[in-house]
């Protein structure tokens, strides 16, 4: 069985005002193949947001065991899981931990792939970042948001 190419997973949050309406944007690249996803909220936070980029871009990967490299402007996401932040946060029972609700479920999805993280300086001239914050950014600003059900939930 031949091997799957790399999938690499550009991903952006925004929201204007913390909490305010936010969106997220994400590029998606397999080879030659290239999506994109945006999605909004009418209230929520900038971290939910670069967290939800994430976990919309691993679930929308068709096959289980992908090798992904995720590129990401947010020391938050990154640095939970690079640095073992989200380990320790799942053995203390989730304890005071923020937006649990999508940590969660983005370790449901991260599970079943091969996911490294790559810290990228965001507005610094990366095609594929700035795409991505377009993204965020026009999808926040969309009329009639759906609610962030999980916002108000996001500690334990």
Avoid at 19 to 47: H, L, M, Q, W
Avoid at 64 to 77: G, I, K, L, P
């Amino acid at each position: 069985m031949r091997e799957r190419p790399e999938i690499i997973l550009y991903t952006d949050g925004a929201s204007r005002g913390n909490p305010g309406p936010g969106g997220y944007g994400v590029v998606i690249s397999c080879g030659d193949y290239e999506k994109e996803f945006s999605g909004g909220f009418a209230r929520t936070t900038n971290n939910r947001m670069e967290l939800m980029a994430v976990i919309v871009g691993l679930e929308a990967i068709r096959w289980e065991n992908a090798r992904v490299n995720v590129f990401s402007d947010s020391t938050y996401v990154v640095n939970a899981v690079t640095q073992g932040w989200i380990q320790n946060w799942q053995q203390k029972g989730w304890k005071k931990v923020k937006n649990v609700d999508l940590w969660q479920r983005f370790l449901a999805v991260y599970s079943r792939h091969q996911v490294t993280f790559t810290w990228i300086k965001g507005h610094a001239a990366n095609p594929k970042n700035e795409r991505c914050d377009r993204l965020a950014v026009a999808a926040a600003l969309q009329p009639g948001l759906p609610e962030d059900e999980g916002l108000e939930k996001t500690t334990i």
